[in-house]
């Protein structure tokens, strides 16, 4: 949930490293913002960004996925997770 509003619903959760991955398509297209951000995480890969917007509220750099994880990674292909300002309701 961001701002009291379900931004993305799965069963299917991946845990790696503490982070909740959903699937991407789980998550509400309408809220994705793309952002120019990148970090590399050495086992990871390159990481990618998108930023939240909804009703004039923006959080930046809320989302991570890794586009072309590397293969000790893969589990978290076509996944996203999100960082602060994102409650996870289990």
Known sequence: MWNDVVIAESDDIVV?????YFPRASVREDVLRPSEKH???????????YSLE????????????????????????DRVYFTRDVKILD
């Open 16 to 20: 790696l490293e503490g982070n909740k």
């Open 54 to 77: 909804l009703d004039g509220e923006h959080a930046e750099n809320a989302v991570v996925y890794y586009p072309e994880p590397k293969p000790d990674a893969r589990t978290i292909a």
């Open 39 to 49: 970090t590399v995480c050495l086992w990871k890969g390159r990481a990618s960004y």
